[in-house]
């Protein structure tokens, strides 16, 4: 297999829903609805990530990299199944047993 990649991971972001959980005795639910990627096989190879500048600038969501966060942390995520077009997910910090109609809505 190709053992390269690219992926831009943002660190000051999930420094900062570290710092959210802890104050809210992690009970985080964070919704997310932007372009991204969400997944692995779409970080494969070298390349240029794509910068977009409008006044500011941004990026590409990195979906699979979130995916990872919160499970790390204990949580679960549920994510929309699209690869080519706007794409949602639900990051929540405690397990998806004590979850269920959370769960039950996104089914």
Not at 44 to 65: C, E, I, Q, T, Y
Not at 89 to 94: A, D, E, H
């Amino acid at each position: 297999g190709n053992p390269y990649m690219t992926a831009l991971v943002p660190i000051g972001g999930f420094k900062l829903l570290e710092a959210v959980g802890r104050l809210s005795g992690n009970r985080l639910l964070f919704l997310v609805g932007d372009k991204g990627h969400q997944d692995p096989a779409e970080f494969k190879g070298w390349r240029a990530p794509h910068l977009a500048v409008h006044g500011s600038f941004s990026f590409m969501v990195n979906f699979d990299a979130l995916r990872i966060f919160f499970e790390h942390l204990g949580g679960f995520s549920q994510h929309t199944p699209y690869q080519d077009s706007f794409q949602c997910g639900v990051y929540s910090l405690g397990r998806s047993s004590d979850s269920p109609s959370l769960l039950s809505s996104l089914a």
